[in-house]
């Protein structure tokens, strides 16, 4: 069965062939409309994944806390009515309550990869002179990296954090002059301190994050902290990262913990990013209906242009639906041929931007995944756009009357 | 006349066509037009310019709808049919020849000679190819077979016209000033042709033509003048030669 073979299909990319410039000129003109769209989906595609990934680099997509503690305004006993407005009280370092009974809870709700306590507070790093503040995060290591991927980001040493050991990132390194194998002291606001050996050396790509934190195991963590036995935070891995806020109510639900997902406290992002998602679709829109109009366009002239054929084409038997079809092909192969070519076009952009765009060191200013299922939605998208932009003109070249167009 | 369509290729009874109906310009063209044409006759529709020959041979050809009357083409009732059904009559029953050929100019002779086979079969096949070549054979042009239809000339092209009308081996053919762009040569070749398919294959012609040379070659002389048909008469010096 050659579809080739079949009437419509014949006369239609014979009349496509007959005004070959214009069929060439709109075909370029989708091309172009489908690559920008494809293009700008990519990189918008990217740009996201990259902030999503640089983001829960070090930060867990949601954060169990111990709730916050408020203070109780005075109230008059018989009438109710408030007898003194008290100031809201500091938060001072709390363990989460019954933290493995909430971590072996929250380990089974579906979409949860990774469940690890940890023991964060504020502490002191001091080497010889120099004093760097820092944030103590307390890390039991046979859960952490499934969660943080600590690991991978190692640059010198190694992550088995014991007793007595601490992982600094580079900035840090740098500031205070030390390698792997150098003992640093880290002390806390409660006086408590530690020395402890640097048995590596990691890099989150971000400065803050290598300046400010650094890692010790649970226990001494908890001993620094004056948090005994306790957890000051539970972070939870999710499968999906956009779900986590969804996962975050289920937990928040379940307790009285004060549950945080990435999603809340990154809310900028997610308006930025919400922008960005409406603009690019705003975008695809209208270059749509630019696309279609052109199509739409094109073949309205080309009716014009072929209505004696059209109306030849009646006399000898071709039915209404047949000559529809005819045109409603022309739409949907100048659509798809389009937005291959477009394809081709976004493809090429991408390789481009991907040479172009770079750190000053030479990485990728962002990965962009070149992903083959947004060029075939593309293509089905514009061949759709086609046979719909081909709808006004086909039924007026089925409505023609034969004798009307024969005469010319 | 009420047992006449069976028998008949074509009968009118009482046609009338009137343009812009409902409005102050109504105007009739065709005033009330009976004709049974035979299988097999070979007749000319002569009259001046705005006779209404040419929507006759639209209502005929089911191009335009009749305002009233009959109209029996092949046996069936054609007035009562709907638009699917008319069209499909029409591909069956009824070949054009028009004056200006009107070929598709982006299609081959032989492709444009399949045309018709090709709308009502709806995809290409052999037979249909072998049917075209024999058709072309026909009319003489089997070297031009693979020519554009643009490529080829006047006279050539409706010859192609001439075959494709005979395409789906109609019981009638309808052919509007058939020689009227072509020189006497040319124009004598064609109807020659027409006259040949006439004797050997038995399809009914109804030529439209201003030319009284060609119209005397013909077996019957319809004359319309007006939305009338004036006389209508068998043309003896034929008849009787033939």
Same mark, same amino acid.
């Given at each position: 069965?050659?579809?080739?073979?079949?009437?419509e299909?014949?006369v239609?990319?014979? +009349?496509m062939r007959?005004?070959?410039?214009q069929?060439? $000129?709109i075909?370029f003109?989708?091309?172009?409309?489908?690559g920008?769209i494809?293009?700008m %989906?990519?990189?918008l595609?990217?740009?996201?994944?990259?902030i999503v990934?640089?983001?829960?680099?070090?930060q867990?997509? @949601?954060?169990?806390?111990a709730?916050e503690q408020v203070?109780?305004?005075?109230?008059?006993?018989?009438?109710g009515?408030?007898?003194?407005?008290v =100031?809201p009280?500091?938060q001072q370092? *709390?363990s989460?309550?019954q933290?493995?009974k909430v971590?072996?809870?929250?380990a089974?709700?579906p979409g949860v990869?990774?469940?690890t306590p /940890?023991?964060?507070g504020?502490?002191f790093?001091q080497r010889?002179?120099?004093?760097k503040s820092?944030t103590?995060?307390?890390?039991e290591?046979?859960?952490?990296?499934?969660?943080?991927?600590?690991?991978?980001k @190692?640059v010198t040493?190694?992550?088995?954090v014991?007793?007595?050991?601490?992982i /600094?990132?580079t900035?840090?390194?740098?500031?205070?002059?030390?390698? #792997?194998?150098?003992?640093?002291?880290?002390?806390?606001?409660?006086?408590i301190?530690?020395?402890l050996t640097? @048995?590596g050396?990691?890099?989150?790509?971000?400065?803050?994050?290598?300046e400010r934190?650094v890692?010790?195991s649970?226990?001494?963590?908890?001993n620094?902290l004056d $948090?005994t036995g306790?957890?000051?935070?539970i972070?939870v891995k999710?499968?999906?990262?956009?779900?986590a806020?969804t996962?975050a =109510?289920?937990?928040r639900g379940?307790?009285?913990?004060?549950?945080d997902?990435?999603?809340?406290?990154?809310?900028?992002f997610f308006?930025a990013m919400?922008?960005?998602i409406?603009?690019?679709?705003l975008?695809r829109?209208?270059v749509?209906l630019?696309?279609?109009?052109g199509?739409?366009s094109?073949l309205?002239v %080309?009716?014009?242009?072929k209505?004696?054929e059209i109306?030849i084409l009646?006399?000898m038997?071709?039915?209404?639906?047949?000559v529809?079809r005819?045109?409603?092909?022309?739409?949907a192969?100048?659509?798809l041929?389009?937005?291959?070519?477009?394809s081709l076009l976004a493809w090429?952009f991408?390789l481009l931007?991907?040479g172009?765009?770079?750190?000053?060191?030479?990485?990728p200013l962002f990965?962009?995944?070149?992903?083959?299922?947004?060029f075939? @939605?593309?293509c089905a998208?514009?061949?759709?756009?086609?046979?719909?932009?081909?709808?006004?003109?086909?039924?007026?070249?089925?409505r023609?009357d034969?004798a009307?167009?024969?005469?010319? | 006349?009420?047992?006449a369509p069976?028998?008949?290729t074509?009968?009118?009874?009482?046609?009338?066509?009137?343009?812009?109906?409902g409005t102050?310009i109504?105007?009739e063209?065709?005033?009330?037009?009976d004709?049974?044409l035979? *299988?097999g006759?070979?007749a000319a529709l002569i009259?001046?310019?705005g006779?209404?020959?040419t929507t006759?041979?639209n #209502?005929i050809g089911?191009?335009d709808?009749?305002?009233?009357?009959?109209?029996?083409?092949?046996?069936q009732?054609a007035?009562?049919?709907?638009e699917?059904?008319a069209?499909?009559?029409?591909g069956r029953?009824?070949?054009?020849i028009?004056?200006?050929?009107?070929?598709l100019p982006a299609?081959?002779a032989?492709?444009?000679v399949?045309?018709?086979?090709?709308?009502?079969?709806g995809?290409t096949?052999d037979?249909?190819?072998e049917?075209?070549r024999n058709?072309l054979? &026909?009319?003489?042009?089997t070297?031009?077979c693979d020519?554009?239809a643009?490529?080829?000339?006047?006279? =050539?092209?409706? &010859?192609?016209?001439?075959?494709r009308a005979?395409?789906?081996s109609?019981?009638l053919?309808?052919a509007?000033e058939?020689?009227?762009n072509?020189d006497?040569?040319n124009?004598d070749?064609? +109807?020659?042709l027409? &006259?040949?398919?006439n #004797?050997t294959?038995?399809?009914t012609f109804?030529i439209?033509t201003?030319?009284? *040379?060609?119209a005397?070659?013909?077996?019957?002389?319809?004359?319309? /003048?007006?939305?009338?048909?004036?006389?209508d008469r068998?043309n003896?010096d034929v008849v009787?030669?033939?």
């Amino acid at each position: 069965m050659n579809p080739l073979a079949w009437f419509e299909a014949i006369v239609a990319f014979r +009349f496509m062939r007959e005004g070959l410039t214009q069929t060439l $000129l709109i075909v370029f003109g989708v091309a172009l409309g489908a690559g920008v769209i494809i293009f700008m %989906s990519a990189l918008l595609a990217g740009m996201q994944a990259n902030i999503v990934r640089r983001t829960l680099n070090f930060q867990a997509p @949601i954060e169990i806390l111990a709730p916050e503690q408020v203070a109780r305004p005075l109230r008059d006993g018989r009438s109710g009515s408030v007898t003194a407005q008290v =100031q809201p009280r500091s938060q001072q370092l *709390r363990s989460v309550d019954q933290w493995q009974k909430v971590r072996g809870a929250v380990a089974k709700i579906p979409g949860v990869v990774g469940v690890t306590p /940890i023991v964060a507070g504020p502490g002191f790093a001091q080497r010889g002179d120099a004093t760097k503040s820092v944030t103590i995060t307390g890390i039991e290591i046979e859960s952490y990296f499934d969660v943080i991927a600590l690991p991978d980001k @190692i640059v010198t040493g190694r992550e088995d954090v014991g007793p007595l050991d601490i992982i /600094i990132g580079t900035e840090l390194a740098k500031d205070l002059g030390t390698t #792997v194998g150098d003992k640093l002291s880290l002390t806390t606001a409660r006086g408590i301190a530690s020395t402890l050996t640097v @048995i590596g050396i990691f890099d989150f790509g971000n400065k803050g994050v290598n300046e400010r934190n650094v890692y010790v195991s649970l226990r001494t963590a908890q001993n620094l902290l004056d $948090l005994t036995g306790g957890a000051s935070a539970i972070e939870v891995k999710v499968q999906d990262p956009f779900a986590a806020e969804t996962i975050a =109510q289920i937990i928040r639900g379940g307790t009285d913990l004060e549950v945080d997902s990435w999603i809340r406290t990154n809310a900028q992002f997610f308006s930025a990013m919400a922008a960005q998602i409406l603009a690019n679709t705003l975008i695809r829109i209208f270059v749509g209906l630019t696309v279609a109009l052109g199509i739409a366009s094109v073949l309205v002239v %080309s009716v014009v242009q072929k209505g004696k054929e059209i109306g030849i084409l009646r006399a000898m038997g071709t039915a209404r639906a047949q000559v529809l079809r005819v045109f409603l092909i022309q739409g949907a192969f100048m659509g798809l041929i389009g937005a291959l070519a477009g394809s081709l076009l976004a493809w090429g952009f991408l390789l481009l931007w991907r040479g172009v765009a770079k750190n000053p060191d030479g990485t990728p200013l962002f990965i962009v995944v070149i992903e083959p299922s947004l060029f075939a @939605i593309a293509c089905a998208g514009a061949t759709l756009v086609g046979i719909l932009a081909a709808a006004i003109p086909a039924r007026r070249a089925a409505r023609l009357d034969p004798a009307v167009a024969i005469r010319g | 006349m009420a047992d006449a369509p069976a028998a008949a290729t074509l009968c009118l009874a009482g046609v009338r066509k009137s343009y812009g109906t409902g409005t102050p310009i109504e105007t009739e063209v065709l005033h009330g037009i009976d004709l049974t044409l035979v *299988r097999g006759e070979f007749a000319a529709l002569i009259g001046p310019s705005g006779s209404g020959k040419t929507t006759l041979l639209n #209502v005929i050809g089911l191009l335009d709808k009749p305002s009233s009357g009959q109209l029996f083409i092949a046996g069936q009732d054609a007035g009562a049919l709907d638009e699917m059904a008319a069209t499909a009559l029409r591909g069956r029953a009824i070949g054009f020849i028009f004056q200006y050929h009107y070929l598709l100019p982006a299609f081959t002779a032989l492709e444009n000679v399949m045309m018709p086979m090709l709308a009502a079969r709806g995809r290409t096949d052999d037979a249909m190819r072998e049917t075209a070549r024999n058709l072309l054979e &026909r009319v003489g042009l089997t070297p031009w077979c693979d020519h554009k239809a643009s490529a080829i000339s006047g006279g =050539q092209q409706q &010859r192609v016209a001439i075959a494709r009308a005979l395409a789906m081996s109609p019981a009638l053919v309808l052919a509007d000033e058939p020689s009227g762009n072509l020189d006497t040569e040319n124009a004598d070749a064609v +109807f020659d042709l027409m &006259r040949d398919v006439n #004797v050997t294959s038995g399809t009914t012609f109804l030529i439209v033509t201003h030319d009284p *040379r060609l119209a005397q070659r013909c077996d019957r002389i319809v004359e319309l /003048i007006d939305g009338c048909i004036v006389s209508d008469r068998v043309n003896h010096d034929v008849v009787r030669r033939g």
